[in-house]
């Protein structure tokens, strides 16, 4: 029999391992255990993500990510080849939130809406493996790890305790937090970022880490600063912010605050130890900007792993020439951003798109339906994509079998008719001459 590890000892080593080199905690492995309980419950989505997104950053050039705000879109994504998903709190407050209301980003929209997308997400994505691996296929990776924006919302560091947890419980393998809040009198528009105080930002992201560590999971820790556009700061607790402060003090108790890159230097420096990525979010595209980011960071903490929010939306065609475009996340790579994300993807591609198919609707009738599916058949990817084949896609196959074998349906053609149907009829359909409309 093998021999039992001590919970200590297990702990001790696992905190002790090269994958948290750099990382400081202020709690020992003994505070971990007695915070645990008595069983050790295992978070398999969130562990394995964990790993894997972890592995990939280390042996990657850059992995870049799209958003997804629905799990049809994370499948398509891992379809497609990506390696990562984002799961956005923007989006999320957007469109995708547990009150199935819209908000621009405020503390409006439940604390729970995130960490509810993600879960959907990996569901789609279990259900997608499930299908392949009854059909005895291997080719496609389904379960991406999910990276997700935990919003600073109410609360202090219990509440990012707490976050956390939830996060783990959905699978999330990694959690971006950020230092902005929202006052009363941002309303979404930005001009006037509030950032909390460097020391306040610091013991959230040990609460997360401490989460995270309770439950057995390295969840790979983002620290976001928003100081760049910050134009105020919570308060004036922390020496670390004062060479910061104007003087000033808006009539809501909020004081003025210089922001800018150095301000998200300093603020960046200060997170390195508690985070495993850092990101210093920008309201442009500003390769010179990302590298002085980089270059001060890599003097105090030489290879510590930065991120990149291609978010914001801005017109880059205006701003940089084609060149500089086609090679900007090669550029980035070489200056250690190797997490790279468009944060507001899904939620753009799945408007954009829309608008786009009912404009073509709106003149051309079911013609231009038949062509939103003709790339997918021209490919020979008819009976892949979710588009085309929606049933398969969905598990009818999946769940004709687990019908079959507790024998609530016999082993018989009927049980695949209407998969086949459907496709035979995708095919006619997709074929027929189109129509204009009246």
């Not at 908000?103 to 789609?124: D, M």
């Not at 300093?266 to 508690?274: K, S, T, V």
């Not at 903490?301 to 475009?325: E, R």
């Not at 790579?333 to 709106?362: C, I, K, P, T």
Request: with cysteine; aromatic share 8%.
């Amino acid at each position: 029999m093998k021999p039992m590890i001590e919970p200590i000892q297990a702990v001790t080593e696992w905190l002790q391992q090269a994958r948290w080199a750099g990382i400081q905690r202020p709690y020992t492995p003994a505070d971990v255990l007695r915070l645990r309980g008595s069983l050790q419950i295992e978070y398999t989505l969130a562990r394995v993500g964990a790993e894997r997104l972890w592995e990939l950053l280390r042996r990657e050039p850059y992995v870049a990510a799209l958003s997804a705000m629905t799990g049809n879109q994370a499948i398509e994504q891992a379809r497609a080849g990506l390696k990562a998903i984002c799961a956005s709190g923007w989006q999320a407050a957007a469109e995708a939130n547990t009150a199935r209301e819209e908000y621009p980003e405020l503390n409006g929209f439940p604390t729970e809406s995130v960490a509810q997308l993600v879960q959907n997400i990996n569901k789609s994505l279990q259900r997608a493996d499930q299908i392949y691996h009854a059909e005895g296929r291997n080719d496609t990776m389904w379960f991406l790890p999910v990276v997700a924006d935990a919003e600073s919302l109410a609360g202090g560091s219990l509440n990012s305790f707490e976050m956390m947890k939830t996060m783990v419980e959905s699978g999330a393998a990694g959690v971006n937090l950020k230092d902005q809040i929202y006052s009363a009198n941002t309303l979404g528009q930005f001009q006037d970022d509030v950032v909390m105080s460097t020391r306040s930002f610091q013991q959230k992201l040990i609460a997360a880490r401490l989460a995270a560590d309770v439950m057995g999971v390295p969840t790979v820790l983002i620290a976001r600063t928003d100081a760049c556009g910050a134009r105020y700061i919570e308060n004036d607790s922390d020496p670390q912010d004062h060479p910061f402060l104007t003087g000033e003090r808006r009539a809501d108790g909020c004081f003025g605050f210089r922001g800018g890159l150095d301000a998200a230097i300093a603020r960046g420096l200060a997170y390195a130890p508690h985070a495993d990525l850092l990101l210093c979010q920008s309201s442009q595209p500003d390769l010179r900007a990302a590298r002085r980011f980089a270059e001060a960071i890599h003097s105090d903490y030489p290879g510590k792993m930065l991120a990149y929010n291609y978010t914001p939306p801005v017109n880059w065609s205006q701003q940089l020439d084609a060149t500089t475009i086609r090679n900007f996340q090669v550029a980035l790579s070489g200056m250690g951003y190797r997490f790279q994300f468009v944060g507001l993807a899904g939620y753009q591609s799945l408007n954009m798109g829309m608008l786009e198919l009912a404009r073509r609707y709106r003149e051309a009738g079911m013609a231009a339906f038949t062509r939103l599916h003709e790339p997918e058949l021209e490919r020979g990817h008819g009976q892949e994509g979710t588009a085309v084949k929606p049933a398969r896609n969905l598990g009818a196959g999946y769940l004709d079998e687990v019908a079959r074998m507790i024998g609530a349906r016999p082993a018989s053609r009927a049980a695949m008719r209407a998969p086949e149907e459907e496709k035979r009829s995708s095919v006619e359909w997709a074929t027929m001459p189109g129509k204009t409309a009246n």
